[in-house]
């Protein structure tokens, strides 16, 4: 039925479009025509050519940024793959009180990263409550320097990051859950499956397609991460800078009067294309999967 | 939960009744459930003794004391000492409702246009936002800022709100919505003389409430926790926001007692707890329809 003139869907789309236009796409575009240019914020650049990106790949500053990303992935994927989904598990049987638990799982998602990386600092201070604890233990004899070295700090950032993404997670997967049939579990548990047997070939074959979700979600959000080591290190990247991740990497290069804008929309393009890699895979794992032998979803 | 009579909760052994646990099992779910919330709410909660703890305590001392021996709210006021917390938090808030206002309604706008009316251009259009989901916000900041910039809006409260007006995953949830609305109802109103702002206005919010208090909710939530954007727009101190305000506080070289950067912390959390607490029944809604299938 006939209900509206023909401009009435475009007056209502206008903002959104327009804002999408302009700080969205335009944005983009622009970006990757700023690195291939050596411009300032004051001073519009010249054509440089591929000279940004040749200069990134001798970067030290980018090598470290993408060792500290590639360790992010590595760490956070499987574990905020699998974690959630026993989470899930545990919160999805609607027991009395379940939506008590349910939202205090939710809890740590909904709070500010930044609110979350002061509490870990407190935490994992040299006279923090987690060392006091390990040292009463007796486990070691001096304080871990859990914000100050490389390594230990990038294991601090990502047990936040993990502890923070859980309930996020766990929500994707409750939903999922709800689809897999209570019958699939009766049936094999009849036919003498335990739980272990069960949750392997009930349970996961029909959260598979959550599970590829998650894991690429959780691999474009380690990529992007920035606020996490930015305040656990207040700013500095760790000792050296070495703990930068790629965004820290663009705010420094690029902001500020004097900030190289050329240069840093060359690392915002890298970064762009290294979070297109998982969702590529993701595409071809589900064309794989439509294009031939059984879906998980008989 | 569902509508059958049950004598207990758990089952006996060797039944196969899968919608009942064992009795055992009921125990160990429960003592797992008791450790996910010691994990999810522990440290809050320490940060939250922190925070309350007299300047005589000892907030190092072994075994840690959860509960202040004289709990005070001293480090609430001593805080703006270093930084004026609580118009740091106004700024925060004042963002964070203008996203919420602004999110609802034009998203619920645009997502009528996309989710019940067809039109010319409307595929491309659907192109254009999804689109957007492929682009993490980090990759296009240097050119925001320029934009920002260039609209004489760095360093202004304006500038950090501007981008974020109106989501285009805000958009698509209402287009969702919307579709769920049955077409005879809108067309019934159509045939009573109702105009479009009107079908809006009577037929479609009514129907789409418990979404939009989903945006909002995330629209709020997002605003308020937002650390990248506002650092990046903002850098004379007297206009911080709450996020980039905190680290500040954190990364300064004065004397800051850690029950001073707890409290800070704690204001912090309390409004998107209320907003939280006030609207997440709506929240595992979706989780609930998919759960009582069996």
Redesign the interface.
């Known amino acids: 039925m006939r209900s509206h003139r023909w401009f009435t869907p475009w007056l209502l789309l206008l903002p959104a479009v327009v804002w999408v236009l302009v700080f969205s796409i335009y944005p983009f575009v622009n970006t990757v025509i700023l690195s291939f240019t050596n411009a300032r914020p004051l001073r519009g650049g010249q054509f440089t050519g591929i000279e940004n990106y040749v200069r990134l790949a001798q970067d030290p500053m980018l090598a470290n940024a993408l060792v500290t990303t590639f360790v992010y992935v590595i760490a956070c994927v499987p574990l905020l793959t699998v974690v959630p989904l026993l989470l899930a598990m545990l919160v999805h049987k609607p027991v009395p009180g379940i939506g008590f638990f349910r939202t205090t799982a939710y809890f740590p998602v909904i709070a500010s990263v930044v609110v979350v990386s002061l509490i870990w600092s407190w935490l994992f201070d040299s006279r923090g409550v987690v060392n006091q604890t390990l040292e009463f233990l007796h486990l070691v004899n001096a304080p871990i320097p859990f914000l100050v070295d490389r390594w230990l700090l990038l294991g601090t950032s990502i047990l936040l990051t993990v502890w923070k993404g859980l309930g996020y997670y766990m929500v994707v997967y409750l939903a999922a859950l709800g689809n897999v049939a209570p019958e699939l579990h009766e049936a094999a548990a009849i036919d003498g499956a335990g739980a272990f047997r069960r949750f392997l070939h009930v349970t996961v074959p029909g959260v598979r397609g959550a599970m590829t979700l998650v894991a690429a979600l959780v691999a474009v959000s380690a990529m992007r991460i920035f606020s996490e080591l930015y305040v656990l290190t207040n700013g500095s990247g760790g000792p050296g800078g070495e703990s930068m991740s790629i965004v820290m990497m663009v705010k420094q290069v690029g902001s500020g009067l004097n900030g190289q804008v050329g240069y840093a929309s060359a690392v915002s393009v890298v970064l762009f294309l290294l979070t297109l890699l998982p969702l590529l895979l993701i595409g071809w794992l589900n064309n794989r999967d439509s294009g031939g032998t059984l879906g998980a979803r008989a | 939960?569902?509508a059958t009579v049950r004598q207990r909760?758990w089952r006996s052994r060797r039944s196969?009744d899968?919608?009942r646990?064992t009795l055992a099992g009921?125990i160990i779910?429960?003592v797992?459930?008791v450790v996910?919330?010691l994990?999810?709410?522990g440290?809050?909660l320490?940060?939250l003794s922190?925070s309350l703890k007299d300047v005589t305590e000892d907030i190092?001392a072994?075994?840690?004391q959860l509960i202040p021996s004289q709990p005070t709210l001293e480090a609430y006021q001593s805080v703006t000492r270093f930084i004026p917390v609580y118009q740091y938090a106004f700024h925060s808030l004042l963002i964070a409702l203008g996203s919420v206002a602004s999110n609802a309604v034009?998203?619920t706008?645009?997502g009528?246009?996309?989710g019940t009316?067809r039109?010319?251009g409307?595929m491309l259009?659907m192109a254009?936002?999804l689109?957007?989901l492929?682009?993490?916000g980090?990759?296009?900041?240097?050119?925001?800022?320029?934009?920002v910039?260039s609209l004489g809006l760095a360093n202004t409260l304006f500038g950090v709100y501007?981008?974020g007006?109106?989501g285009?995953v805000n958009?698509l949830l209402m287009m969702t919505a919307c579709r769920a609305i049955p077409q005879d109802v809108?067309?019934a109103a159509?045939i009573d003389g109702a105009n479009?702002v009107q079908?809006i206005r009577h037929v479609v919010w009514p129907n789409v409430r418990g979404m939009v208090a989903v945006i909002a909710v995330f629209s709020f939530?997002g605003a308020?926790?937002d650390?990248?954007w506002p650092?990046?727009v903002l850098n004379d101190p007297a206009k911080y926001t709450l996020?980039v305000g905190?680290?500040f506080l954190?990364?300064s070289p004065l004397g800051v007692d850690?029950r001073e950067?707890?409290a800070?912390?704690i204001i912090?959390?309390v409004p998107?707890?209320v907003v939280?607490a006030a609207l997440?029944r709506f929240?595992?809604r979706?989780?609930e329809?998919?759960?009582?299938?069996?």
């Open positions: 939960m569902s909760p196969f899968m919608h646990p009921l779910r429960y797992l459930l996910v919330v994990v999810s709410v440290p809050f320490w940060q922190t190092y072994f075994p840690p034009l998203a706008l645009a009528y246009a996309m009316m039109f010319r409307r259009v254009l936002f689109s957007t492929l682009l993490p980090e990759v296009t900041l240097t050119s925001q800022f320029l934009i910039n501007l981008p007006v109106v285009a958009v809108l067309d159509t479009t079908r939530i308020w926790d650390f990248l650092l990046i996020t905190m680290a954190k990364a850690q950067i707890a800070g912390t912090a959390l998107i707890l939280f997440q929240f595992f979706g989780v329809s998919g759960a009582v299938k069996g």
